[in-house]
Structures are given as structure tokens and as C-alpha cells.
């Protein structure tokens, strides 16, 4: 098992798209947490004073930007995740893998850990981005960016985690769905269209919105505690919320029954 | 590379092996040894079922039926399993965009090897030079290298290669001869594949021959090199025909004259006078070891299998 976590992060590291995912993620998260900070925090008063505007207290902001890095930047561990299994169907490096450890299960097992331990620096590295440059856009404009704050630390941690679950749930999607393509598709399409349209639909009668709070972007908004889309929607739309620790739960679970099936399907297939 | 003694080596062997992919029918009911010592060829023609044998070998495969060991063991049930067997399988296992030390140290790590053991077998095979760059730009013959390297990271006791000729230019060829036949000189067991019995001529001590999934011959070159033919020609050559069959022959037409087996050219030509059909060529030739193993494995030339040579219609009967 040891050799097996050596090797599968030997191949993470050893290949450009580790970094490439890095900086984009830094990227990503970085320009929302600072547009976010800038925008509500020049605009705080403003929006105080009109009644249609979403309603959010200083003290709301701050969790609010720095969860930006699952909120909108989840997607990134999840590709990372995905490629981590699609990659080696498409070069064929299942061979040699196969032939170093011929039990499958401690190869993927193996994978799911080394995933979910990238998962959790790429949480970090959201984190350097959006507490960052959005935390200090926020001290710029005058409002308290709470880094002393002892909950806005356990909002990081409980980002750390999330981040590492969704690359996990990466593993599962790359297990079940080997194509390269496909598989990046089909994630790109369920994150920024078919989920917040779900999340969105769900939100207009309660009895929807008791199933859409199980959504895995709504699960992960539930184990962080604040997301943009939460937010914004408060007072306006019935959204629910599930426990922080509910949220991480269907997260776990989600990986756990996707890498589980994809095991049972492409992993134990003939390598040709 | 340390020495060994002869004799203590791992065997493998091949039971009653069948793999059907869907319809598709890629080995059938194969069995055969490979002994250590020695380099052994493992010939067809292209789509015989080479690669899907040894990848069923080395666990990438599930048989439909059969089994396949190594020492007595499958390959899942190996301990190191890269210390006991190396394997090159095709020229395209890489992530283009590793190195090859990289791509190397990868498996090492994941079977306990030392990094140092890397940097030798770069050595051995003559990537040193390149070990840094990435897979992506290498050439065929530099893959197939690579591939080689990464088979003797173990320093195994076998060695599996899938056509490792390929791609690689002459010198490479002589170098990998000579490389095969002193890794079987220290008692390790050698299995090649080839499409071409020419490439491994001059290496293999021991042939293993299949056609479409069957095996149709297993023993020395030594003794596929067998008898001799009658090659003879008439401007009448139904007649011939006639005449040498009825004095036992089998006769098989060929473009520019017919084919005498079960004959010696006297009897032929006394056939023929006795016949009285005039003859325009009576020669007696020694059969080429290609052509004894087209025949095995039955390539006509409008490319459908024969079906007729004694070893096809043997094993299938
Ligand atoms: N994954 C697969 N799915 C379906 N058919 C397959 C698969 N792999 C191999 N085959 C078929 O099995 C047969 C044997 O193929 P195999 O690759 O073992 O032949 P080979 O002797 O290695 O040929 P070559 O000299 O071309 O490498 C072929 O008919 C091939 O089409
Ligand atoms: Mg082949």
C-alpha cells in the first residue's frame, strides 16, 4: 500500500497538469474573491439602502468571499480527480500499473487517498487566494476581513475538506466515465449548468427544495456554512441547508458510491 | 545484473487457454511451456492472439477458460511481481508528458525498487542521455527502449516482450539479440513474440507457433526444418498431376510450377516418363523455414487461412 501511495503521487506530481490546475484555481478564486470584495465592499452602503438588493451585514462578507474557493472553484480538484483516472485509460498506463500492483483495488484505493490529500492542498491553495486578495480588498475598504476570528478559520478547515472530497468524487467520475473528453464535459456541464438550474428549481416549493439541499454542490455549500449562491438566495427563495457535518457526509458518500462503482466496472475490466 | 545459476529458474506455463472477446475468438484452448535457459519465440501473424496470451499471462486479461503461470503461480498471486517477471508489452504505455525517469520511478516506487535501480537501467538501455525529456518526443525505437528498461527494473528472473524489435534500427536489433540471448545464458526464461520468424531466427532456441488463437507447432527451429520438395513442370500439367498422385505424391500448384511432396525426384521424373508427359523443370529443393511456417500458419495469398497444412487441420480436428 505504501509503494502503491508513492507511485500514484509520483504521477501527480511529475505531470505539468498539477501546476496548470494550481494556477488556475489561484486564478479562478483569486479574481472572484476580489471582484466580490470590491464590489460589496464599495457598494455595502449603497445596497444597505435599497430594499430589492440582497441583504448581507459586514460580518457576512467575509465568509462569504472566502468560501468562494468551493463555491465557485470546486470544479477544479473535481477535474483533477477525474484526469487522475481518465489519464491513465487514455495512455495506457494501466498496464504498467497493473503490472507494478496487480491488486486493482489497493491501486485505486491508493488513488482515492493521494486525491483526496491534492484535494486538500488545492483547498489551501483557494484559500491563499481568496483570503488573500479578497481579504485584503475587504481591509482596504474599510471592513473587518475577521482573520483573527476563530470561526473564519474553521471555514477554512471545513474548505480544506470539502476540496479534498470533491477530488475524490473526481476519482469516482473518471472511474465510471474512462473518456477523457467525456468525462471533463459531463463534469463542466453538471457544475455550471445542470446543478444551479436544479439548485435554482429546487428552491420554489419547500418540498423540492428538501431534496435539492442533497445536490452535491448545495451538500458542499452545507459543509463549508456560507457559499455566494446560499447567500444571495436568503429571504427571497425557500431555500434548506443541511448540517455542515449532513453536507460533508453526502459528499463522502457520494465519492465513496462512485469510486465503489466505477471499481466494479471499468477498473476490473481486461486491459487490452 | 547479478549471475545466476541455470537450473533454478521459473517455468512458464500455459493450460488449455481460451479468451473470446465477444464474438471475436482471440485464443483458443492454447497450451504450451516456456522453459528458463533459453529464448523462446512466440510466433503468428498479425492478430493471431500473441498479445491477448500474455497479456492473460500477466493478469491484464481474464481468461474465458484456462490458466496461465508463473513458477506455479498467477501472476496476481506474485509477490514482486516486477523482481519475477518484466514486461514490455507495446511501445505506447507512457503519459507523453512524463520523462522517462520519471515514468520509471513511478512503477519503482510503486514496487519497492530503489530510485538507483532507474538511472542502471536507463544506462542499460541506452536512454541516459534522454532520461529527462519527455516521453512525448521520443521516437518508436527510443519507446520501445524505454519499454525495455522498464521491464528490466525488477532485474527479473522472466522476461515477457511483445515484438521489441519493432521500431528499433538495425544496430538495435543486433544489441537486442545479443541483449535476449545473454539474459537466457544466465538462466533466465525469455518469451518473444514475433510476427516474423526471420526477426528471431537467429535468436530463439525454441519456437512456439499459433495461428488464429491455436497453437500449430511448438519444438526447436531444427525441427520445423523439414524435408524436401519437388518443384516440377509440364506444359501439361493436369497430366502431371495425375501421374504423380497416382505415384503417391500430394501436389499443390503454385504460379510457376507445381509442388511435389512424398516424392523423391526420381520417382517423379520416372512417374512422368511412364505418363508420357513431357517435362519442362524437375528440381528438388530444401523447404525454406519461412515457407514451413507460412504453411503452419496458413497465409494463402489472398490472405484466408488454408486450413489444409497437417498442424491446422490437426489441432482443430
Ligand atoms: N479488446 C479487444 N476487443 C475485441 N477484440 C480484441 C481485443 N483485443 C484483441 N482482440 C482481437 O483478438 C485477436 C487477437 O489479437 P492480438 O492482439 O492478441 O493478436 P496479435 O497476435 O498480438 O497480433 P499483432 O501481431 O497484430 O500484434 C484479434 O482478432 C483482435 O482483433
Ligand atoms: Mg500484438
Known sequence: MIGALRSEFRKLTTVRLWWVLSLTLFGYVGFTAGLLAGVFGSLGDQLASSPNAPQLPPDALPPLIYSTVTAVGYVIPLILGALSVTSEFRYQTLTPTFLASPRRGIVLGAKVTVLAVAGAVFGIVGLVASMGIGGSILAVSGIDPQLGSADTWLLAGRVVIAS??????????????????????????????????LRLGASIWDWTAAVGKFLPGAASDALVGSSIFTSLGTGTTSVQSLEWWQGGLVLLGLGVVLALAGFLTSWRKDVT | MRTRTIGSGTTLQFTNLSKSFGTVRAVSDLSFTVEPGRVTGFLGPNGAGKTTTLRMLLGLVNPTSGVATIGGRRYSELEKPLATVGTALEASDFHPGRSARNHLRVYAAAAGIAPARVDEVLGIVGLAEYADRRVGGYSLGM?????????????????????????????????????????????????????LLAEVQQTVDWVVIISRGRSVYEGSLDGLETGQVVRIDSSDRAALTNALSSAGAQVRPTDDALLATGITAGEAGAAALAAGVPLSLLITESVGLEEVFLQLVGSDADGTAAGTTEGIARVSA
Open chain 2, 143 to 195: 519507446r520501445q527502449r524505454l519499454g525495455l528498461a522498464f521491464a528490466l527494473l525488477g532485474d527479473p528472473d522472466v522476461l515477457v516482450l511483445d515484438e521489441p524489435t519493432n521500431g528499433l534500427d538495425p544496430e538495435g536489433i543486433r544489441w537486442m539479440r545479443g541483449f535476449l540471448q545473454s539474459l537466457a545464458a544466465e538462466g533466465r526464461t525469455v518469451l518473444v513474440s514475433s510476427h
Open chain 1, 164 to 197: 479534498a472530497l470533491w477530488a475524490v468524487i473526481g476519482v469516482g467520475v473518471g472511474s465510471l466515465i474512462t473518456n477523457q473528453v467525456a468525462s471533463i464535459v459531463v463534469v463542466l456541464a453538471f457544475a455550471q449548468f445542470v446543478e444551479p438550474i
